[in-house]
C-alpha cells in the first residue's frame, strides 16, 4: 500500500521554527520528485517547494525563499523541509507528494499525497 506520512506540524510563535517529515512506506522514494505544498482556508493548495529525486535540485515558492530548506534522506524514505522564521502568512495544512520521475513544482503534477499536518502561526 503506498502511503505518505507527514509529520511536525503544530502550534509556533512568529518567528519559530518547524521541521516537517513525510515518511513514504510502501515505495521507494529514490526514484521520485517530491512535493511540499500548503493549503490556507478559503484559498487554493500552492507550491511550498519540490526536490527532484536525486536531491540535487530544487524548487522554492517566492515566499518561502530563504526561509525553508527541504532535503530527502532516500536511505530513510523521508523527505523533510525545515521552516525558520515562521509568520502568521505561513498558517495552512501542509501535505508532501510525490510523483514519478521530474515534475514540474504544481499540485496537479504529483499523483501520491498524504494526509496533511496542520502548522499555525500565532502569538
Known amino acids: 500500500q503506498v502511503q505518505l506520512v507527514e509529520s511536525g506540524g503544530g502550534l509556533v510563535q512568529p518567528g519559530g521554527s518547524l521541521r516537517l517529515s513525510c515518511a513514504a512506506s510502501?515505495?521507494?522514494?529514490?526514484?521520485?520528485?517530491v512535493g511540499w505544498f500548503r493549503q490556507a482556508p478559503g484559498k487554493e493548495r500552492e507550491a511550498v517547494s519540490c526536490i527532484n529525486s536525486s536531491g540535487s535540485g530544487t524548487y522554492y515558492g517566492d515566499s518561502v525563499k530563504g526561509r525553508l530548506t527541504m532535503s530527502r534522506d532516500n536511505a530513510k524514505n523521508t523527505v523533510y523541509l525545515q521552516m525558520n522564521s515562521l509568520n502568521a502568512d505561513d498558517t495552512a495544512v501542509y501535505y508532501c507528494?510525490?510523483?514519478?520521475?521530474?515534475?514540474?513544482?504544481?499540485?496537479?503534477?504529483?499523483?501520491?499525497w498524504g494526509q496533511g499536518t496542520q502548522v499555525t502561526v500565532s502569538s
Open positions: 507528494a510525490a510523483a514519478l520521475g521530474l515534475r514540474a513544482c504544481l499540485p496537479s503534477q504529483y499523483s501520491y
Open positions: 510502501g515505495f521507494t522514494l529514490d526514484l521520485y520528485a
